[in-house]
């Protein structure tokens, strides 16, 4: 066992028994290889990393590798999904010298922490022109031992290269029209008109793109848009990349037709495409829509709740084949012959024809994955529904993957917002319930006693590393959402503590942000990342947060904010729309008012409901009754019932509509 075996993070305790003496991020490391003299390996990956398993077995494994590694180097393993931070950082200096990034990331360091030279997975013999781990160990120890000065330039030179990337807030104001609409023919551009989604493969799912769209549409009737959004949701939801059984979607497809998956099964994917796909519903009224919705908030508690109330970070893509391998997709593929053993000659050759399974295969060995074909035809729903719990159960049979199961905050928020909101349009109070035990937990172990923000935790222990601006932000958006669904307050209250968090010590001149506290841990540079990958950024969450809080209290420090915040979207938006669609939809809240609804009546009430499925962008919801709603929500003072009915009250730029009793008013009033 080396120095990772007391830590909490399953993707280091995964490298625990390696021979390579591993130790995890921290100043201790950094002087340990300062007093031998030598440099530092810096490995980072995760948990569901397909060749990070690889690259651990190839080389971190091996006896060999391990003892020059262990003689030469001080070997440190960061797991990216426990310090963003880090991560962040060095994968920006890998981006900058090689071009591209990715997990594993192979950083070589000085003792200083400043980065010399750059890769990712590094294969145990040279390979397709890549040299093997063992080689570069060899190079970069020849070059520590034998050209020390020029180490010491190269390494001065990219951390000055870095630090004069500080980012502003990235243009004056808030986006108006003018991006908007450039944003959108960006995305028009890059749209797969064939296969939906934009851009090629590898294709990844576009939820904080639709998003935008949806409210786009949303705002001003643009048909392209909800065409875009409806089409890539469809296409998704048939295709390889979703769980046919199961529910849930893997984290890309890795061609541009959706239909071979790179298996692993992240939270943050389906909280984002759960809650996109309950939002096209309430736009269209899809029945498609709807199921993919229910199915994926059903699959994000059946296989990813922890014993605590938390959400699991992830699913592994590997699992066991028939051979005891640890094979990608193993649990997910099927032959034909597979069908046949499990349903029988009549029903495995109807099931063949309706999931795609194919002789040949759609993946490796004759396997496929299940897929529907884009073809309406049809179809048997019973016999159907009949196949499919008969193949889902014989799959419970098969090994099953690993599961991640530390708690992130993030992400937890963004799967409290997708579940109480899925709760409350599909009348499944349970899911609401599973939602608001998550966001106990966050208040309760993420919180604890300390009133800054934990990023981790696992088995209901706080992990040791701070929160990261996307944790405040997300986990703000849930306690959001959660209030509007649940009529609770509370929640509203501990949002506003956490962005007076953010303002701070996250906010710097202008309304821009950074990723670290002002007070976090100082690395060779602060990390300041505005654009949205496969989460919201910290900067664009952020600010959706800001501004909904602002819209439910009029807290004018919170709306200024939030618009400063925006800069950086009407800088980035007409440019690169693909990778700031979150901070698009905040946008389109803000061009929209947001709208805050208050409704002075029961929750779960008519109105209440009605209010949860208007469509206008951001709006934001309050609903109670009685003498106390007014001190549970700012929103609701002042709100009496008309002739004792319930009553909705909708206003924005400081104006509102007369109030209303009527259900269906207070719908066209919200875009219904």
């Keep these: 066992m080396n120095r990772l075996a007391g830590v909490t993070s399953p993707y280091l305790l995964q490298h625990a028994e390696n021979p390579v003496d591993w130790w995890p991020w921290g100043a201790d490391a950094f002087e340990e290889a300062r007093r031998r003299d030598v440099p530092v390996l810096l490995s980072v990956g995760y948990s569901a990393c397909h060749w990070c398993h690889v690259m651990a077995h190839e ?39 090689t071009g591209h ?93 064939q296969h939906g989604g934009f851009g090629g493969a590898p294709k990844f799912p576009p939820s904080m793109a639709v998003e935008f769209l949806l409210r786009h549409y949303a705002r001003t009737g643009a048909e392209g848009a909800l065409q875009m959004a409806a089409d890539t949701c469809s296409a998704m ?98 032959t034909p012959a597979q069908l046949r053993e499990v349903l029988g000659e009549e029903d495995g050759a109807f099931a063949a024809a309706y999931f795609g399974v194919t002789e040949e295969g759609t993946f490796e060995e004759g396997a496929s994955v299940l897929q529907l074909s884009g073809e309406e035809r049809p179809v048997d729903a019973g016999r159907v529904a009949d196949v499919r719990a008969r193949l889902l159960a014989a799959r419970e049979e098969r090994p099953r993957p690993g599961r991640d199961d530390k708690v992130v905050a993030a992400w937890n928020g963004l799967a409290i917002a997708a579940l109480a909101e899925t709760g409350a349009y599909f009348d499944r109070p349970d899911l609401v319930e599973r939602a608001t035990e998550a966001a106990d937990l966050l208040v309760r172990v993420h919180l604890g006693e300390v009133a800054r923000l934990t990023r981790t935790s696992k088995d209901g222990r706080a992990g040791t590393n701070a929160g990261v601006l996307e944790d405040y932000g997300d986990v703000a958006e849930g306690f959001l959402a959660l209030a509007a669904v649940t009529g609770e307050g509370a929640w509203l209250e501990f949002a506003g503590f956490l962005l007076d968090i953010v303002l701070e010590q996250f906010t710097g001149e202008g309304g821009q942000l ?42 004018e420090a919170h709306r200024t904010a939030a618009e400063g915040a925006l800069g950086v979207v009407k800088a980035l938006g007409p440019r690169a729309p693909r990778f700031i669609g979150w901070g698009l939809a905040v946008a389109e809240a803000l061009l929209d008012g947001p709208r805050e609804v208050a409704v002075a009546g029961p929750v779960g009430g008519e109105l209440h409901r009605t209010a949860l499925l208007g469509r206008a962008p951001g709006a934001v919801v309050a609903a109670g009754e009685g003498p ?45």
């Excluded at 262990?70 to 999904?81: I, P």
């Excluded at 070059?143 to 243009?171: F, K, P, Y």
């Design 59 to 97: 080389s971190f494994e091996d006896e060999t590798v391990a003892a020059y590694l262990n003689e030469r180097f001080v070997a440190v393993k960061v797991d990216r999904e426990e310090r963003p931070d880090v991560d962040a950082v060095y994968m920006e200096a890998v981006q900058a010298a």
């Design 101 to 193: 990034g990715g997990w594993p990331m192979t950083v070589f360091l000085t003792p200083d922490a400043e980065p010399f030279y750059f890769g990712t997975y590094f294969p145990p013999e040279p390979r397709h022109g890549s040299p093997s781990f063992q080689q570069v160990l060899e190079g970069v120890s020849a070059a520590w031992t034998d050209r020390r000065e020029e180490v010491a330039e190269v390494a001065g030179r990219i951390v000055a290269d870095l630090a004069g990337r500080s980012l502003a807030h990235g243009g004056d104001g808030a986006p108006g029209e003018a991006e908007i609409a450039q944003a959108l023919l960006g995305l028009t551009r890059e749209y797969d008109e």
């Design 237 to 334: 939801a048939r295709g390889g990349i979703y769980d046919q059984l199961g529910g849930g979607f893997a984290r890309y497809s890795v061609d541009r037709e959706w239909v071979v998956p790179h298996f692993e099964k992240m939270l943050y994917d389906n909280a984002l495409l759960c809650r996109v796909y309950a939002h096209l519903w309430r736009t269209t009224g899809s029945a498609e829509a709807r199921r993919i919705a229910l199915e994926t908030a059903d699959f994000m508690v059946r296989e990813l709740r922890t014993t605590e109330g938390g959400f699991a970070s992830a699913l592994d893509a590997d699992s066991e084949d028939a051979d005891g391998k640890h094979v990608e997709g193993a649990f997910y593929v099927w």
């Design 514 to 555: 950074y990723d670290t506290a002002h007070d976090a841990e100082q690395l060779i540079r602060r990390p300041q990342d505005p654009t949205d990958s496969a989460t919201p950024a910290g900067w664009t969450a952020a600010a959706g947060a800001l501004l909904s809080y602002a819209a439910y209290t009029g807290s």
């Design 628 to 672: 106390g709603a007014g001190a549970e929500f700012p929103l609701l003072v002042d709100r009496p019932l008309v002739g004792g009915e319930p009553t909705a009250y909708v206003c924005r730029h400081f104006v509102c509509d007369a109030p209303t009793t009527d259900a269906a008013e207070l719908a066209v009033k919200l875009g219904g």
